[in-house]
């Protein structure tokens, strides 16, 4: 394995097998020809033709556009693409920060192919000598997506009605027990960008992240039973377990990578596949 390897892995995808899901002019997603050619059979309202998938000019609300995503959601799971509906809802929209045009269950967004969003924290401690050191999660044993892989202290998806700051604070006090207060001192660092495709569809990722530092007399504490235990390791070992093992969850190998070059512990002199890996992780 390699930085660069999981990255590789992060961007594997074969447009071909897809067709684009527009509309109102949009490109919003790309869904596989199969699903496409079934989905007027599933409702009226999705108009497929050879190169496109869009939806019926006469449904425009933003509610009916939705409960025709959720009619194509549940169908998903008749269907095996999805085991179970998250009921939890993602904005459809053409970029972020426009406004939504409909609402789609988490598990059903790689099947569309839609963008979506999630923050990932950093949470790090830094010793007396100035050296950094990561808080590092170990994912319960019970999870659907990477069980018992290692991950950030603090992620999570970006659901429609709640703002990232609002999200950060909400996903820091359900994985890692920290106060509000505490939460907002996360300093927003940049993006990341992927996309992969899978089994479902395809997963267009776009990962804000956060540096939090936190002091020595604070350790994060789980409570939603999504993380089995926390760990502060040295950057030293955790470069070292990114880029010789498979151990972490897919998309955090990422995200680590880019606190790596930050903080200069990844550097084009010890790095030689520096350049790539820096441009590979918003792609």
Request: aromatic fraction near 8%.
């Amino acid at each position: 394995m390699s930085f660069l390897d999981h990255i590789r892995a992060c961007n594997a995808h074969d447009l071909s097998g897809f067709r684009p899901f527009e509309l109102d002019g949009h490109h919003l997603g790309w869904i596989r020809h199969a699903l496409a050619q079934e989905l007027p059979g599933v409702d009226p309202g999705f108009v497929t033709t050879t190169d496109r998938v869009t939806i019926a000019p006469e449904i425009r609300d933003f509610e009916a556009r939705s409960a025709l995503l959720d009619h194509a959601a549940h169908y998903l799971v008749e269907r095996g693409t999805v085991k179970a509906l998250r009921g939890e809802h993602y904005a459809v929209m053409p970029r972020w920060g426009a406004e939504p045009l409909m609402r789609l269950d988490r598990a059903a967004v790689a099947a569309f192919g839609i963008e979506s969003y999630g923050l990932h924290v950093n949470g790090f401690q830094r010793g007396a000598d100035g050296t950094l050191s990561l808080w590092i999660g170990r994912r319960a044993r019970d999870r659907e997506i990477a069980p018992g892989q290692l991950d950030n202290m603090i992620a999570g998806g970006q659901p429609i009605g709640l703002s990232l700051g609002e999200n950060l604070v909400k996903e820091a006090q359900e994985e890692a027990g920290l106060d509000a207060a505490t939460a907002r001192r996360a300093v927003p660092v940049g993006a990341i960008r992927y996309t992969m495709e899978t089994e479902a569809g395809l997963k267009r990722d776009r990962l804000f992240v956060y540096d939090l530092e936190l002091p020595a007399d604070i350790t994060p504490v789980n409570t939603d039973g999504e993380v089995e235990e926390f760990a502060l390791w040295t950057l030293d070992r955790v470069a070292h377990s990114v880029r010789t093992t498979g151990d972490w969850k897919f998309n955090v190998n990422l995200v680590i990578a880019d606190f790596l070059i930050r903080h200069g512990h990844l550097t084009p002199e010890n790095e030689p596949d520096y350049l790539e890996i820096a441009c590979g992780l918003r792609q």
